[in-house]
């Protein structure tokens, strides 16, 4: 079952946010909670964003646009990793030849 965090759990578990700043990041639709009975719901990935997204604040100072826009080069990173690792298993799946084939096409196109 997916653990959901309160509004106030999530700003008393991460020491940098405060609920100004988790409403601007809110407002600007960089994390967004799921609808529960009880309200607002956060996951575990959320709290991790708003941890690394208060981290990024505090180091660079970024607008609110620029965080989004790192947010999303980071979430189109991690979707690219898991793809590649699905393309990695399927590869290591097929016979010798076929393997050796895309080796040799991956290499050719290298340049």
């Given at each position: 079952m997916t653990r959901y965090y309160s509004s106030t759990e999530v700003v008393a578990l991460i020491d940098d946010l405060t609920e100004?700043?988790?409403t601007a990041f809110l407002r600007a639709s960089i994390v967004e909670?799921?609808?529960?009975?009880?309200?607002?719901g956060f996951r575990e990935t959320d709290v991790a964003r708003l941890q690394l997204l208060c981290d990024l604040d505090d180091s660079y100072g970024l607008p609110e646009e620029s965080l989004k826009m790192v947010m999303g080069l980071i979430d189109q990173l991690?979707?690219?990793r898991g793809d590649m690792r699905a393309?990695?298993?399927?590869?290591?799946?097929?016979?010798?030849?076929?393997?050796?084939?895309?080796?040799?096409?991956?290499?050719?196109?290298?340049?």
């Open positions: 100004p700043r988790l909670p799921v609808a529960t009975p009880e309200g607002p991690n979707s690219m393309l990695i298993r399927a590869v290591a799946g097929e016979p010798d030849e076929v393997r050796a084939r895309i080796h040799h096409s991956i290499r050719g196109s290298r340049g």
